[in-house]
């Protein structure tokens, strides 16, 4: 008996070692050859339903089976493309993010609205290219490009315009066309309309005379007869609408469109930025994904890596000079400034408080009747030095003047409430390092206990729930939730 | 009989596997409707990939039948819990939740549920038969109409607040419009009130501001009373058996058909009509039907303020059949559910627009049919739903708070995937605690933060396009009509509160 059980014990400790060793072994195999492991997340900066938004969801779908985990879409939304770039620019760089970048990179950074330029990002594949284009209303009397530059040269009134939001990548391709032909830019105006199909909705109610957008955008009112597209931005026909002529041969030399492109933060291991290129490449390069680009109307423009970074460098350059002409440096001409209407929203929101003040009191006023109202009384009393009295003053004073507020805080029981708020804020520290499942479950069980219920109902519940939720979410709905130190 | 039509037929009805899909759509709705933070633009953006491997029938008639489902789902935790799905329910937050304290969630629900449906079909019909006119009249409207039909929805929101208290709803949207202009701004590209932190770029986004609004408020609300021994948790009210719920049903749908006909109506065609309008269309709808409901003054009997929520259910879901005018007859989305669609349709070689009524007018039979299914289906999937939901609500109230906040916190991180939102959701939860303690009415501040952009953003356009000139505001017929409308209701605000003070 004696002499077993050190021998049961080493036989223990060995197989234990055995273990560990194989687990790490394994492990670090699986480091090494099958990166990917855990679900990769895509970036889009624009909202769901878009077109950049669409062809990152199909390209996730495709990227999932080629690299054999999940690859979840989120769309970090805001700030005309700001939020989404910058995001994806400053994510951790373990090859676990990858951005759906579009020609906002560009831009953004000559406006000095972000820091983040195209050398924040390791290039990975550009997948996609459109061609601006000018779109009239099919009533109009224009057929061709020439015509409507016979029309503005002549016109006294400017013509309006519109495509996306001024300063956006429709707006500089049409100031881009002037420029070339020689037409002063205030013969035209652009109102600042936030997306092409609102834009091609105001061109039907004949609330502008030009759209500029990409064809896709404008398709099925072309195909419908309501519009006439009169030339593509671009060198070479574009197939969605192989019968329009382009600018090239409608004589004028210039090109312009919108890309989009998947990107890598800047510092992600070579040997996984090559091998998502690979499986990037292959995405793009299949049938599967040509049929929808096609059907989307869509221009698959595949450059992988060097190609790409040359083109970024390239049409980095070329915004940068259109930017910075001066009638682009000039703020955008408004009709009201930036501040008008918050400033007059807090003037009336002002005075309908004051209004409203008077209001209370004055339906308060037979309530507080009873109490001294003795000015003088109260001046003397606020003058004397004793503090203790100070503070019935201003117990009173408060009791007086805002009888609501201090009803409210003599009868709120503070203290769960900063509890809860406090550990929500604990959540949203930890949550990135932590993760999930051990942030939210740790905020769960603080507030659990807060409640006083019993730890054995408290553990319980929040083993059960918090897991369940991040499968329902993560596993189920492919939504992305933090990862941590658990792997969940 | 129209021979696409009975192809469209054969095609919707005949299918067991359609059935199926449509069936498994609609839980999938449910489900992720209920959800506080998942909208139903998510739902089917979540959903594409799925689309591609079916055909356009089906893909159209699970997408049709999920939204109209996760929108009526958005209700159950508006009643239950008031923390609105989506910000059409929060027009009427604040009123449901006061009716579920008094022990009538179930009918509020039974009530919510069967005007959807009802909404739901009359809005399909409405699609089926007048289809292209709406279109056209959707067709007339510029940047100047949109701009007075935003004015209209937010003074609808003052209006429905009781006399006594409108410059609170006042005050309350100023400050939801005032919390819109954070961010960068997209007409003057410029950023505003962001104190150079890139987070607040993006301005506060309106799903994480409404979860804390409504849902974390309505926690801290629960947390202050509970050491002071109050109970105010509603108690659901008992769970009768089916056959209650079955019983509530009928009397709804006996009172939207024999005793509101004409309420149920007017409601459903202001619905298509203002959804199909392109941008916030179904929201808009929600509040300016809730308003006309309650135009009548302060009654604030409970039977009328249930037959007033029916109301605006019923708007809300017919706006969602609205908002396919455009994008069927002009290619031009209605709302970011329907640009989806379209690239749905289009990956599968559809082009919606004029010439499908033409070249594939069985398609567009089914979808019509595929609304009427939808709408059917969701009656026997939402009975389901509000029981679970029921049932669930009876957790004790400990265990329950901490569960809601857990929802809140992950729903507001799931829509964008970003911290920064819960933190948003925080800050909001605390407004809305200290505003509803001080009695000033939530929903405004949603509908503020939701229309405060788009109505800045419509008034610069329509002021650069008439080049500076104020009158470019009222030189098109439509918006003279709307102008003197928004004028209208401001007086008899006025005139109301005046009554109230005097």
């Known amino acids: 008996m004696r002499a077993s059980v050190p021998i049961s014990w080493l036989a223990a400790c060995r197989a234990t070692v055995c273990l560990a060793t194989v687990c790490l072994a394994a492990f670090g195999c699986n480091r090494r050859e099958q990166w990917p492991q855990r679900p990769v997340t895509l970036i889009c900066p624009w909202s769901a339903g878009g077109g950049t938004d669409r062809v990152s969801r199909q390209f996730a779908v495709q990227l999932e089976s080629e690299l054999g985990v999940p690859v979840n879409v989120v769309n970090a939304t805001g700030g005309g493309g700001v939020t989404g770039h910058t995001r994806g620019a400053t994510a951790t760089a373990d090859g676990y993010t990858l951005t759906m970048a579009t020609v906002e990179l560009n831009m953004l950074h000559w406006r000095s609205l972000c820091p983040i330029t195209p050398d924040s990002f390791e290039p990975l594949a550009r997948i996609n290219q459109d061609a601006a284009a000018i779109f009239v209303s099919a009533d109009s009397p224009w057929q061709s490009i020439e015509d409507l530059e016979g029309q503005l040269r002549e016109s006294p009134d400017p013509l309006r315009a519109s495509g996306t939001a001024a300063g956006g990548i429709w707006h500089l391709a049409l100031l881009g066309w002037l420029d070339r032909s020689g037409l002063p830019s205030d013969t035209v105006t652009w109102v600042s309309i936030n997306g092409a199909a609102p834009s091609l909705q105001e061109l039907m109610a004949d609330g502008l005379e030009i759209v500029c957008c990409s064809i896709p955008e404008a398709r099925a009112l072309v195909d419908a007869g309501k519009i006439r597209c009169l030339g593509v931005m671009s060198n070479q026909r574009s197939p969605a609408a192989p019968d329009v002529a382009t600018f090239a041969e409608q004589g004028i030399d210039w090109s312009i469109g919108a890309w989009r492109g998947l990107l890598f933060p800047q510092g992600v291991p070579a040997e996984h930025v090559t091998r998502m290129r690979q499986a990037i490449l292959r995405v793009a390069g299949s049938d599967e994904f040509a049929e929808f680009m096609e059907a989307s109307g869509f221009q698959v423009a595949v450059a992988d890596g060097e190609q790409f970074a040359d083109f970024l460098s390239q049409t980095d350059a070329d915004f940068g000079r259109i930017l910075n002409q001066p009638e682009m440096t000039q703020a955008p001409s408004s009709a009201i400034g930036p501040y008008f209407l918050p400033s007059i929203l807090a003037l009336f929101g002002l005075a309908i408080a004051a209004f409203g003040w008077g209001v209370s009191r004055r339906a308060r006023a037979s309530d507080l009747a009873a109490e001294p109202t003795d000015r003088v009384f109260w001046k003397s009393r606020l003058r004397s030095k004793d503090i203790e009295g100070r503070r019935a003053n201003v117990a009173t004073f408060a009791r007086r003047w805002f009888p609501d507020a201090f009803h409210a805080l003599a009868s709120v029981a503070t203290l769960p409430l900063f509890g809860f708020a406090a550990v929500i804020v604990l959540f949203i520290l930890t949550c990135e390092t932590l993760g999930y499942v051990i942030s939210a479950g740790m905020m769960t069980l603080a507030m659990l206990l807060m409640l006083r219920v019993r730890l054995p109902i408290a553990v319980t519940a929040t083993v059960v729930i918090v897991p369940s939720l991040y499968q329902g979410f993560a596993g189920v709905l492919g939504v992305p939730l933090p990862w941590g130190w658990l792997g969940w | ?502």
């Open chain 2, 1 to 502: 009989m129209n021979p696409a039509l009975l192809q469209a037929a054969g095609e919707v009805f005949g299918r067991v596997d359609l059935w199926l899909i449509i069936v498994a759509a609609a839980c999938y709705g449910v489900f992720v409707g209920a959800i506080p933070g998942l909208t139903a633009t998510m739902a089917v953006a979540l959903f594409v990939p799925v689309a591609y491997w079916l055909d356009p029938v089906a893909a159209i008639g699970a997408i049709v039948t999920m939204v109209a489902c996760a929108i009526f789902a958005g209700d159950i935790p508006t009643v239950l819990l008031r923390i609105p799905g989506t910000p059409a329910s929060a027009a009427y937050a604040d009123q449901a939740y006061r009716l579920t304290e008094k022990g009538l969630a179930q009918q509020v629900l039974s009530v919510s549920l069967v005007s959807s449906v009802v909404g739901g079909v009359i809005g399909a019909v409405l699609l089926m038969v007048l289809g292209s006119q709406f279109a056209a009249i959707a067709s007339w409207f510029s940047v100047t109409e949109y701009f007075w039909l935003y004015l209209i929805g937010l003074s609808c929101c003052v209006m429905v607040a009781p006399a006594g208290t409108r410059w609170k709803a006042l005050l309350s949207l100023i400050l939801g419009m005032l919390l819109s202009t954070v961010g960068l701004s997209a007409v003057h590209l410029q950023p505003r009130f962001t104190f150079h932190t890139v987070d607040l770029y993006q301005g506060i986004s309106f799903i994480p501001a409404m979860i804390g609004l409504f849902g974390l408020s309505e926690v801290f609300a629960n947390l202050a009373s509970v050491r002071r021994g109050e109970d105010s948790v509603p108690s659901a009210g008992p769970i009768g058996a089916f056959g209650a719920m079955l019983r509530f049903s009928k009397a709804a749908m006996v009172s939207r058909f024999v005793k509101r006909p004409a309420d149920t109506v007017r409601s459903s065609l202001m619905g298509v009509l203002i959804g199909m309008l392109p941008g916030a269309g179904a929201d808009i709808a929600s509040w300016v039907t809730f308003a006309a409901a309650r135009r009548g003054g302060d009654r604030d009997a409970d039977r009328e303020l249930v037959d007033a929520i029916g109301d605006a259910t019923t708007a809300n879901s017919a706006a969602l059949a609205g908002g396919w005018i455009p994008t069927l007859v002009f290619g031009i989305p209605g709302d970011s559910i329907t640009a989806i669609v379209i690239g749905v349709l289009l990956m599968k070689n559809v082009t919606p627009g004029p010439a499908i009524f033409e070249n594939q007018p069985s398609l567009v039979y089914s979808i019509y049919l595929v609304f009427l299914v939808a709408n059917l289906v969701m009656l026997p999937v939402g009975l389901l739903a509000i029981r679970l939901g029921l049932s669930l609500v009876r957790i004790p109230k400990q265990i329950l708070l901490p569960v809601i906040v857990l929802f809140c916190v992950t729903g507001a991180y799931s829509l964008n995937g970003s911290l920064f939102d819960v933190t948003v959701m925080l800050v909001m939860g605390g407004i809305g605690f200290l505003l509803n303690r001080r009695g000033f009415p939530l929903g405004p501040v949603v509908l503020g933060l939701v229309l405060g952009g788009p109505l800045e953003e419509r008034l610069i356009q329509a002021l650069t396009a008439s080049g500076g000139n104020p009158l470019g505001l009222v030189n098109r017929p439509i918006a003279v009509v709307l102008a003197i409308a928004t004028l209208l209701i401001i007086v008899r605000i006025l005139r109301g509160q005046q009554r109230a003070t005097a």
